[in-house]
T-cell receptor, first 108, second 114 residues
Framework: RKEVEQDPGPFNVPEGATVAFNCTYS??????FFWYRQDCRKEPKLLMS???SGNEDGRFTAQLNRASQYISLLIRDSKLSDSATYLC?????????FGAGTRLTVKP | EPEVTQTPSHQVTQMGQEVILRCVPI?????FYWYRQILGQKVEFLVS????????KSEIFDDQFSVERPDGSNFTLKIRSTKLEDSAMYFC????????????FGSGTQLSVL
């Protein structure tokens, strides 16, 4: 089983749509969880941390289920500028492991 | 906002040559990382560095790779004898290790091995 596994997509959605990404991780001792965003040929940038209680930042909602070792990201009211690759990231001690990413394209 | 800087942005080298990729992490950060991303593939962890020593490394980080913090500001990745498959974007990252744990990435060095 891969350390961090994501549906690669691509997800092609119209503007205004709601889209959800899922991620599973294999190490039950993982301590912290994040969603990063990566634009084409650019460095990853932190979108949001993921907390056990779930957290929201504007149109973005992240959920963590430790029992199922599952993380999700929900994007509401998609904008063209949301088009990017979304990376699930899991911290195990001193390293951060990345999922392969889910590609999102938002179309007019 | 403070940033991680990487040089050069592009590096072209011949197979078998040594390359050194340079990074200047954010000044008050304590944990440093190298990642690589082969074109079209995932971001792969190479190594983490804390308190002047390697704290974790992946299976990719073999004897051909080494890291160093030669002074108080630079953090370098050396590849001793480059192979074609080393061609990738190499990202340096740092974090203060605080509860935020936000990884700040540099803009990367695109390494092309010919």
């Amino acid at each position: 089983r891969k350390e961090v596994e994501q549906d690669p997509g691509p997800f092609n959605v119209p503007e205004g749509a709601t889209v959800a990404f899922n991620c599973t991780y294999s190490n039950s001792a993982s301590q912290s969880f994040f969603w990063y965003r990566q634009d084409c040929r650019k460095e990853p940038k932190l979108l949001m941390s993921v907390y056990s209680s779930g957290n929201e930042d504007g149109r973005f909602t992240a959920q963590l289920n430790r029992a199922s070792q599952y993380i999700s990201l929900l994007i509401r009211d998609s904008k063209l500028s949301d088009s990017a690759t979304y990376l699930c990231v899991v911290r195990n001690n001193n390293d951060m492991r990345f999922g392969a990413g889910t590609r999102l394209t938002v179309k007019p | 906002e403070p940033e991680v800087t990487q040089t050069p942005s592009h590096q072209v080298t011949q197979m078998g040559q040594e390359v050194i990729l340079r990074c200047v992490p954010i000044s008050n950060h304590l944990y440093f990382y190298w990642y690589r991303q082969i074109l079209g593939q995932k971001v792969e962890f190479l190594v983490s560095f804390y308190n002047n020593e390697i704290s974790e490394k992946s299976e990719i980080f073999d004897d051909q790779f080494s890291v160093e913090r030669p002074d108080g500001s630079n953090f370098t990745l050396k590849i001793r004898s480059t192979k074609l498959e080393d061609s990738a974007m190499y990202f340096c990252a740092s974090t203060d290790g605080d509860t935020d744990e936000k990884l700040f990435f540099g803009s990367g060095t695109q390494l092309s091995v010919l």
